[in-house]
Antibody, heavy 120, light 109 residues
Framework: QVQLVQSGAEVRKPGASVKVSCKAS????????ISWVRQAPGQGLEWMGW????????KYGENFQGRVTMTTDTSTSTAYMELRSLRSDDTAMYYC?????????????WGQGTLVTVSS | EIVLTQSPGTLSLSPGEWATLSCRAS???????VAWYQQKPGQAPRLLID???NRATGTPDRFSGSGSGTDFTLTITRLEPEDFAVYYC??????????FGGGTRVEIK
């Protein structure tokens, strides 16, 4: 069965960086893409960006351009999301989600989420 | 950027009643590429509907999606206790870029 397992909760100080991992199993990792979505406490869903595990194409959300880097390691079926220059309003649950196909789209399987807390 | 507006913000209903959730887009969504997700407290979102009206694997048939162009609807007939949750619409007509609506909370009256 398709599973996405994310790394554990992180605490960072303002100005620091965080890197979250998302290990996929149960499907052909290289045949799909991964979107990253975050959710601040009590708020809605915010799309951060998408990366194709097929050819490495990337699309970042406008709100995150210049501050986020998404990568994949096809040898371990793992996707990574690094967010830099953290601020207190980056405190959120961060989700990875599979987008089947090679050009993005709806997210049919989700990771369990990684809570990132930014606090001095 | 396509903006999705969901209404109402909160829907207060009783088990067994119907729920009608609206999602309106600021411009026409290509190929009606709209998905609906359900999120319960402490859980990741779950895909219910894609391509505006196609039920995802495991979605009960009391959930149905409809609409085209800029106006889309999620209907839940005969609300079950486990259906009380927050629902989000999403457009992927501009994929790989995605947009989510602000969500509708369906709460027990």
């Amino acid at each position: 069965q398709v599973q996405l397992v994310q790394s554990g909760a992180e605490v960072r100080k303002p100005g620091a960086s965080v890197k979250v991992s998302c290990k996929a199993s149960g499907y052909s990792f290289s045949g799909s893409g991964i979107s990253w979505v975050r959710q601040a406490p009590g708020q809605g869903l915010e799309w951060m960006g998408w990366i194709s595990a097929y050819n490495g194409n990337i699309k970042y959300g406008e709100n995150f351009q210049g501050r986020v880097t998404m990568t994949t390691d096809t040898s371990t079926s793992t996707a990574y999301m690094e967010l830099r220059s953290l601020r207190s309003d980056d405190t959120a649950m961060y989700y990875c989600a599979r987008c089947p196909g090679i050009s993005g789209g709806r997210a049919d399987y989700w990771g369990q989420g990684t809570l990132v807390t930014v606090s001095s | 950027e396509i903006v999705l507006t969901q209404s109402p913000g909160t829907l207060s209903l009783s088990p067994g009643e119907w729920a009608t959730l609206s999602c309106r887009a600021s411009q026409t969504i290509r190929n009606n590429f709209v998905a609906w997700y359900q999120q319960k407290p402490g859980q990741a979102p779950r895909l219910l509907i894609d391509d505006a009206s196609n039920r995802a694997t495991g979605t009960p048939d009391r959930f149905s999606g409809s609409g085209s162009g800029t106006d889309f609807t999620l209907t839940i007939t005969r609300l079950e206790p486990e259906d009380f949750a927050v629902y989000y619409c999403q457009q992927y007509g501009t994929s790989p870029a995605l947009t989510f609506g602000g969500g509708t909370r369906v709460e027990i009256k």
